[in-house]
């Protein structure tokens, strides 16, 4: 029984509560409620310890485990070991970081930084020669990283010790995992294989998109039963995309909404501004590329991002349900790339986001899967039309991400994310603007008029067994 009480997460207040329910439910993040000012810079420290720093991935959880050791932190040894497994560190290496750092599964750097750990923990100040040592096989920052991932650990192990912390069962999610699937994992899939930094929206800023100016059309997210919903397609790309150096016009049907996206996009210094449009009615249209050229000065980018669904299925559609969703998904996407395209400067880019949906008829919507189909040939006939004023013109088609609409689809059809899935997990919205990003940029200047399917490899079917030779 630990020393200090568990807090129920889902009555934590504010940002702290936030970050809490976005993890899993550790016994750690359960306690740390008691410390509520504290809390946040210690997850934010840890956080950047974990995801931001230069160290590999396998070198910190070495560092990690050694200081768990020396310290006899049964929490943590528990929690990375498990850490260092998904890293890829051999299990003879985990053992060996435990019991014996100068054992000869490590090589000369690793050793260099386990000595220099050793030393630190035990003496506080490591002997010249050991500093020497790091310092031949790291840089600086690495340098500091690795001092400020030992002091941190620590920390850590201190906490736990005192705190009696007890392990969680056999079942826990591991301490580096965000809460993302809503299908389980498959057993044979290690949930944190490609949950990387930019997957979560922690990737460093590196002014990829420095000085373009963008419209993304359905730049809000919808709203859902959800109380903590995940991050849109079209809210990551505000907020993405103005981190790396564009000035965003976010247009939405919901002002609201987008305005959302926009303060999330200024929190962090970003320049953006909100717009409202409801593209299925054209005279929008005009005025909305209107409108976002005159803010932002001109255009080099354009996101197509508004995407609907109908209940028809193939036998029910009518008429009308059928036209509602081509006007959004497909006759809108046209309008606003006709528009644009008219005010674009040399260098810009079109991306239309289409589905999976365009490739497979699981969702059984018809008029949803031929409009993601259209927007192929719609990208084509843009680039084709439009790569004489060099602008490019491409689609990226994201398979099952976790966002407020992929929520509601689930609801409505729950074999959609209850079969096994690529990485064990759904796409996060994160993913999808870095996709997006990729083809808005200047990185894709030799990309024109075609398909990025971003869905982890489901649509070449990555999770079925092989078959039996
Ligand atoms: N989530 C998924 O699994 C998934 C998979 C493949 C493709 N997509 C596509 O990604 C896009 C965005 O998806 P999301 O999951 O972020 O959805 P979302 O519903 O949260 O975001 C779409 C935004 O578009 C806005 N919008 C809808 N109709 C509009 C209109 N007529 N005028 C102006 N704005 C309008 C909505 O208000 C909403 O803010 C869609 O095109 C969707 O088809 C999503």
């Given at each position: 029984m630990a020393r200090l009480p568990f807090f129920d997460l889902n009555n934590i207040p504010g940002s702290l509560g936030e970050t809490l329910r976005a993890r899993p439910p550790l016994n750690l993040y359960r306690m740390l409620p008691n410390a509520p000012e504290v809390a946040e810079g210690f997850l934010a420290l840890g956080g950047a310890i974990l995801r931001q720093s230069s160290l590999t991935p396998a070198l910190r959880e070495l560092v990690i485990l050694r200081v768990g050791a020396l310290c006899e932190a049964h929490y943590e040894i528990h929690q990375h070991r498990r850490v260092a497994r998904g890293a890829g560190v051999p299990d003879a290496k985990i053992e060996a970081a435990l019991t014996d750092p100068a054992n000869a599964v490590f090589d000369e750097r690793e050793r260099a930084v386990l000595a220099f750990t050793d030393a630190v923990v035990r003496q506080v100040k490591a002997p010249q020669p050991l500093y020497e040592a790091l310092a031949a096989h790291c840089t600086s920052q690495e340098q500091?990283?690795?001092?400020?991932?030992?002091?941190?650990?620590?920390?850590?192990?201190?906490?736990l010790e005192n705190t009696e912390l007890e392990v969680e069962g056999d079942g826990a999610a591991p301490i580096e995992i965000e809460r993302q699937a809503v299908a389980p994992a498959p057993a044979s899939v290690d949930p944190l294989r490609?949950?990387?930094?930019?997957?979560?929206?922690?990737?460093?800023?590196?002014?990829r998109l420095a000085g373009r100016r963008v419209l993304i059309v359905g730049g809000g997210q919808r709203r859902t039963v959800d109380e903590q919903p995940p991050v849109g397609n079209g809210r990551a790309m505000t907020v993405l995309f103005a981190r790396e150096g564009a000035s965003i016009a976010c247009a939405d049907m919901d002002l609201a909404s987008a305005e959302e996206s926009v303060a999330k996009a200024r929190s962090e210094g970003g320049t953006a501004v909100a717009l409202q449009a409801d593209v299925s009615r054209p005279e929008e249209i005009t005025r909305l590329v209107r409108e976002a050229a005159q803010a932002l000065g001109g255009l080099d980018g354009l996101v197509l991002n508004v995407g609907i669904g109908n209940d028809s299925r193939f036998g029910t559609e009518t008429a009308e349900a059928w036209d509602a969703v081509m006007d959004v998904n497909l006759r809108a996407h046209m309008l606003c790339a006709q528009e644009a395209a008219k005010v674009m400067d040399e260098g810009g880019s079109i991306v239309f986001v289409?589905?999976?949906?365009?490739?497979?008829?699981?969702?059984?919507?018809?008029?949803?899967?031929?409009?993601?189909?259209?927007?192929?040939?719609?990208?084509?006939?843009?680039?084709?039309?439009?790569?004489?004023?060099?602008?490019?013109?491409?689609?990226?088609a994201p398979g099952l991400i976790d966002t407020p609409l992929g929520r509601d689809a689930s609801r409505?059809?729950?074999?959609?994310?209850?079969?096994?899935?690529?990485?064990?997990?759904?796409?996060?919205?994160?993913?999808?603007?870095?996709?997006?990003?990729?083809?808005?940029?200047?990185?894709?200047?030799?990309?024109?008029?075609?398909?990025?399917?971003?869905?982890?490899?489901?649509?070449?079917?990555?999770?079925?067994?092989?078959?039996?030779?």
């Amino acid at each position: 029984m630990a020393r200090l009480p568990f807090f129920d997460l889902n009555n934590i207040p504010g940002s702290l509560g936030e970050t809490l329910r976005a993890r899993p439910p550790l016994n750690l993040y359960r306690m740390l409620p008691n410390a509520p000012e504290v809390a946040e810079g210690f997850l934010a420290l840890g956080g950047a310890i974990l995801r931001q720093s230069s160290l590999t991935p396998a070198l910190r959880e070495l560092v990690i485990l050694r200081v768990g050791a020396l310290c006899e932190a049964h929490y943590e040894i528990h929690q990375h070991r498990r850490v260092a497994r998904g890293a890829g560190v051999p299990d003879a290496k985990i053992e060996a970081a435990l019991t014996d750092p100068a054992n000869a599964v490590f090589d000369e750097r690793e050793r260099a930084v386990l000595a220099f750990t050793d030393a630190v923990v035990r003496q506080v100040k490591a002997p010249q020669p050991l500093y020497e040592a790091l310092a031949a096989h790291c840089t600086s920052q690495e340098q500091m990283e690795v001092i400020v991932t030992i002091g941190f650990y620590m920390l850590v192990s201190r906490l736990l010790e005192n705190t009696e912390l007890e392990v969680e069962g056999d079942g826990a999610a591991p301490i580096e995992i965000e809460r993302q699937a809503v299908a389980p994992a498959p057993a044979s899939v290690d949930p944190l294989r490609q949950l990387f930094a930019p997957a979560m929206g922690k990737a460093k800023p590196s002014g990829r998109l420095a000085g373009r100016r963008v419209l993304i059309v359905g730049g809000g997210q919808r709203r859902t039963v959800d109380e903590q919903p995940p991050v849109g397609n079209g809210r990551a790309m505000t907020v993405l995309f103005a981190r790396e150096g564009a000035s965003i016009a976010c247009a939405d049907m919901d002002l609201a909404s987008a305005e959302e996206s926009v303060a999330k996009a200024r929190s962090e210094g970003g320049t953006a501004v909100a717009l409202q449009a409801d593209v299925s009615r054209p005279e929008e249209i005009t005025r909305l590329v209107r409108e976002a050229a005159q803010a932002l000065g001109g255009l080099d980018g354009l996101v197509l991002n508004v995407g609907i669904g109908n209940d028809s299925r193939f036998g029910t559609e009518t008429a009308e349900a059928w036209d509602a969703v081509m006007d959004v998904n497909l006759r809108a996407h046209m309008l606003c790339a006709q528009e644009a395209a008219k005010v674009m400067d040399e260098g810009g880019s079109i991306v239309f986001v289409s589905s999976t949906a365009s490739i497979s008829p699981l969702t059984g919507i018809p008029a949803y899967e031929c409009s993601k189909a259209a927007l192929a040939a719609l990208c084509r006939s843009t680039a084709y039309a439009t790569h004489a004023r060099g602008l490019r013109a491409n689609v990226i088609a994201p398979g099952l991400i976790d966002t407020p609409l992929g929520r509601d689809a689930s609801r409505n059809r729950p074999a959609r994310s209850a079969r096994p899935l690529p990485f064990g997990r759904q796409g996060t919205g994160w993913e999808v603007a870095h996709a997006a990003q990729f083809l808005l940029s200047s990185e894709a200047s030799y990309v024109n008029g075609q398909v990025l399917i971003a869905d982890g490899g489901l649509s070449i079917s990555t999770v079925r067994q092989p078959a039996a030779a």
